[in-house]
């Protein structure tokens, strides 16, 4: 189980940050992601993160606001969302996937087999 904390409103240009800590397993060999879905659009992804951290990915639309980490010594996932925009309202889900392939860092949501709770999050002044 993925469970999600942090969120809320935000004005322009505010900061949050979103947890996801796994309970019943340990992340060590699942790689991570953040997607995001706003009302009346898809999925999309936000970012994703490697088993170790060591690999990194960004969707455009956040490059250079958002730091996806996390620690696995805290079975925990993080993605600190800075210089937050009204179109970064939606709502943001967690999720993993075991793997083998210590590289793997995908921002495909059919990719992935467990999903967290989804926590909203609203940018507006």
């Known amino acids: 189980q993925l469970v999600q904390s942090g969120g809320g409103l935000v004005q322009p240009g505010g900061s949050l940050r979103l947890s996801c800590a796994a309970s019943?397993?340990?992340?060590?060999?699942?790689?991570m992601a953040w997607f995001r879905q706003a009302p009346g659009k898809e999925r999309e992804g936000v970012s994703c993160?490697?088993?170790?951290?060591?690999?990194?990915n960004y969707a455009d639309s956040v490059k250079g606001r958002f730091t996806i980490s996390r620690d696995n010594a805290k079975n925990t996932v993080y993605l600190q969302m800075n210089s937050l925009e009204p179109e970064d309202t939606a709502v943001y889900y967690c999720?993993?996937?075991?793997?083998?392939?210590?590289?793997?860092?995908?921002?495909?949501?059919?990719?992935?087999?467990?999903w967290g709770q989804g926590t909203q999050v609203t940018v507006s002044s």
């Open positions: 999720a993993a996937v075991l793997t083998p392939i210590r590289a793997m860092c995908i921002m495909t949501s059919s990719f992935y087999r467990s």
């Open positions: 019943g397993f340990t992340l060590d060999y699942y790689a």
């Open positions: 993160i490697s088993r170790d951290g060591g690999i990194t």
